[in-house]
């Protein structure tokens, strides 16, 4: 999938330690909007299907703090980026934040 598009891995989320892959490359939802952060308000939580293909996991985003009208939602994506993956071609990340890792 990845030789389809250089960006193609930026749509990935995997889910319980990589055993399950999201891949919103083509297909997306409202949680597309939801950007990147290094001092997240969200927390993304593996949650079990209710219905369809039980098997397959669904990704719930819930609050971590109380979240104002008009705020930034943001998560963390991967928190081992930086030094399971660090790859040369990851994004800097210029958030600002005291808690910045350096990446996205």
């Known amino acids: ?11 990935h989320f995997e889910l319980s330690g990589g055993r399950f892959l999201i891949d919103a490359f083509a297909v997306r939802n409202v949680a597309a909007f939801i950007n990147f952060s290094c001092d ?14 039980k098997s397959l996991p669904r990704v719930g985003f819930f609050a971590r703090r109380d979240i104002k009208t008009g705020d930034e939602l943001g998560y963390r994506r991967d928190p081992n980026a930086t030094t399971r993956k660090n790859r040369s071609g ?13 990446r996205v």
Request: aromatic residues 2%; charged residues 20%; proline residues 8%.
């Open 1 to 11: 999938r990845g030789g389809a598009s250089p960006a193609a891995g930026l749509y």
């Open 40 to 53: 997240p308000n969200l927390e993304p939580r593996r949650l079990d299907a209710l219905s369809g293909d």
């Open 90 to 102: 990851s994004i800097v990340c210029l958030c600002g934040s005291k808690n910045c890792v350096g």
